[in-house]
């Protein structure tokens, strides 16, 4: 039996549709990650834990390190304590427990915890993720049709990405559960595709539909605006952590997919027309 933290979530509401698709017995965690009653009483039965949970959205430190970090040490207690026999953590490329990000700092924080918990493990590395209802492209083009008639591209739009699409993730999330050649590693993966931000903004804008004029901003005024602006305006959807992409690129081998798990990853101009819906603007209003 399989226990998913995060299971409501971007990731985690497709990762359970793919089990239950499968055939794999999973439930999600219901609870809170810093209760370790419930915890406790959930971890009863359970040989796996895919660790989803996360309160990045949020874009607040503090919780970061309550949920994240001191979530993950609590869970790892519990899953010794209820004999678990493997924890599955989904983290992101360039985390670092040394990290000057935030976000990062926390995601190798929590690989640290689990690595040093003695129960095996598998931590997946990944890129950001797209796919209907994500907080990547779409609060991209949101964004750009709220900045008419530009589009910013913060440090000339030069930085590189490698999108990978959630259903493609999930997919080696679930090839995960299977391979005992994975247990105790870390590895990264991302998309089959490496392209610089402008690129992209300029596929992701043609799809949806809409026409902006791109205003390179130079990261020496990016740099400082960012934590000024996301400090005084509470902006939900796009946290703080959305814009530490434009200063660590989120790259690897492009073939990275391919080689740990033996399939293509989707091209982004096919799996993109989700883009074209209506109401793209107010998403970026939500959570
Ligand atoms: N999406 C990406 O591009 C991406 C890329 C790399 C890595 N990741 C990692 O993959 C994981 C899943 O990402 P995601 O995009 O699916 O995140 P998400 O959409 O923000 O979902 C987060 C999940 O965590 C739950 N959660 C938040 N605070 C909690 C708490 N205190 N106790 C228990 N559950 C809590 C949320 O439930 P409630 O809504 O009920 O609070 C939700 O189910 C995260 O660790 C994220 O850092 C994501």
């Known amino acids: 039996m399989i ?32 209760n370790p009653l419930q915890l ?4 009863e039965g359970i040989t796996t834990v895919v660790h989803l949970a996360s309160s990045e959205a949020r874009g607040r430190n503090r919780l970061l390190n309550h949920v994240d970090v001191d979530g993950s ?61 994500d907080r990547y492209f779409e609060l991209i083009v949101g964004l750009a049709i709220w900045s008419w008639p530009i589009v910013w591209l ?11 699409w959630v259903e493609d993730f999930v997919r080696c999330l679930v090839k995960s559960l299977s391979r005992s050649t994975l247990i105790n590693k ?17 596929q992701l804008l043609a799809v949806a539909g809409y026409h902006r004029f791109p205003l390179p901003i130079p990261m020496l005024i990016f740099r400082p ?13 796009v946290s703080r952590y959305f814009m530490d992409r434009f200063f660590v690129p ?16 989707a091209r982004i101009r096919d799996t993109i027309s989700y883009l074209r819906r209506p109401g793209l603007a107010l998403r970026i209003f939500r959570r």
Not at 40 to 43: C, G, K, S, T, V
Not at 225 to 237: D, E, H, I, S, V
Not at 250 to 265: I, S
Request: charged share 20%; proline share 5%; net charge positive.
């Open 225 to 237: 605006l960012t934590p000024m602006l996301f400090n005084w305006w509470y902006w939900p959807a």
């Open 73 to 133: 040490e609590r869970l790892v207690e519990e899953a010794k304590r209820a004999n678990v026999r493997r924890i599955i953590f989904v983290s992101r490329l360039g985390a670092d427990p040394d990290s000057m990000h935030p976000l990062l700092r926390a995601k190798g924080q929590v690989e640290r915890i689990i690595q040093r918990s003695g129960i095996d493990y598998t931590i997946l590395r990944t890129a950001s993720l797209y796919g209907r209802n």
């Open 3 to 34: 226990l998913v933290t995060g299971a409501t979530g971007f990731v985690g509401r497709s990762l359970m549709a793919w089990l239950e698709r499968e055939g794999i017995a999973a439930r999600a965690y219901e609870g809170r990650m810093n």
């Open 40 to 43: 406790r009483q959930e971890l």
């Open 154 to 164: 913060p440090g000339g739009g030069q930085i590189c990405n490698q999108p990978l």
């Open 250 to 265: 989120e790259v690897t081998e492009h073939d990275a997919v391919y080689r740990q798990f033996g399939f293509q990853p």
């Open 186 to 202: 870390t590895i990264t993966i991302a998309g089959g595709e490496q392209l610089p931000y402008a690129a992209l903004v300029q």
